[in-house]
């Protein structure tokens, strides 16, 4: 059993989490936060805190991490998820215990405060997972659709049926394709650098403990991932141990590169001459020129993600719209 993952303590203050979602139109669950934490080690104790019978809460949280920091000496990391700023004082004291701390907040009611106290700080409603708004922008503009208003499932390596090797459907490949391209960036995007076929397995593991590749016809893991390197998901290169080989995204010209050019088509389709596309309804958009097209396949979060790293590689420009309350992007000359 490997010995040198993180062991994690979370402790949620809950009111805090579900008033803020609920400020900005989304329902407070859970889950997203649960998977953030797998790519980072193995949650070791869970607890959640409200005023259920009026008792103060926020002391309770904090009297009961110091006491686990000093029972449990093996605990290395705790979350606090909370965005009050009066659990500053807590990260402070666990960080001089020698204990790694991430925060977990909503955006818009974090304190200032809180974020830089932390060795880490993770915003809520930028968890891969976490729910759409439940009110989109008001113009469509273009042609193009409203967005939809449901929520996406939250990915997940659930079991399949049992198929001999080579005959996996290609949905349920698709979709775990997605969850090792989610986990790979999460892990990436948290310093664990390189990203070994190990370190991947385990934290798929944390997000589904049911995960089998033979459920996907593959008789080991490094197969799985061979297969997805022909797909152009991933690119594998020698690792430290023989048979553990270390993961990352394809180089230049992969699926990144081909989806950039798909957004650059599709944008000039769309925006005319002088015109611009709404951000809303544009994920439609590729859709119709790519079924099936998903930004998970390519380790983003979500569209806004992707749409953003293609600005910042220049293919396309991005700009807000106060008025519109929407980002509007086109191709530049």
């Known amino acids: 059993m490997a010995t040198d993952e993180e062991r994690i303590a979370l402790f949620i203050d809950h009111e805090n989490l579900v008033i803020g979602a609920r400020e900005i139109g989304r329902a407070f669950d859970v889950g997203p936060i649960f998977d953030a934490l797998a790519e980072r080690g193995r949650v070791v104790a869970r607890r959640a805190y409200a005023d259920w019978t009026l008792n103060a809460a926020d002391i309770k949280l904090a009297v009961d991490a110091m006491e686990l920091a000093y029972e449990r000496g093996f605990v290395s990391t705790f979350v606090i998820a909370s965005g009050d700023s009066d659990f500053t004082p807590l990260v402070a004291a666990l ?40 009110q989109q922008p008001k113009r469509p503009g273009n042609g193009n659709g409203p967005a939809k208003t449901k929520p996406p499932a939250r990915a997940k390596a659930g079991k399949a049926k049992a198929r001999a090797p080579g005959t996996q459907d290609d949905r349920d490949l698709q979709d775990l394709q997605r969850v090792i391209t989610q986990t790979l960036a999460g892990l990436k995007q948290s310093g664990s650098e390189p990203v070994l076929a190990s370190t991947l397995k385990r934290a798929v593991l944390r997000k589904d403990p049911t995960f089998s590749e033979s459920d996907y016809g593959f008789r080991a893991f490094g197969e799985l991932l061979r297969q997805l390197e022909r797909n152009g998901v991933v690119a594998l290169t020698d690792g430290a141990a023989s048979g553990d080989p270390a993961i990352d995204f394809p180089a230049a010209g992969g699926p990144s590169d081909q989806a950039f050019d798909l957004l650059k088509k599709t944008l000039l389709d769309l925006q005319g001459e002088d015109d611009d596309v709404p951000l809303s309804g544009l994920k439609d958009q590729l859709r119709k020129r790519a079924p099936g097209w998903s930004e998970k396949d390519l380790g983003y979060a979500g569209f806004l993600q992707f749409a953003k790293a293609a600005a910042s590689s220049g293919i396309v420009a991005m700009e807000w719209d106060d008025e519109e309350g929407d980002y509007f992007l086109y191709v530049p000359d």
């Open 95 to 134: 960080r001089g215990l020698n204990r790694r701390v991430i925060g977990i907040g909503v955006k818009g009611s974090t304190s200032g405060l809180l974020p830089p106290a932390c060795d880490e700080f993770m915003f809520y409603d930028r968890l891969p997972g976490v729910g759409e708004l439940n």
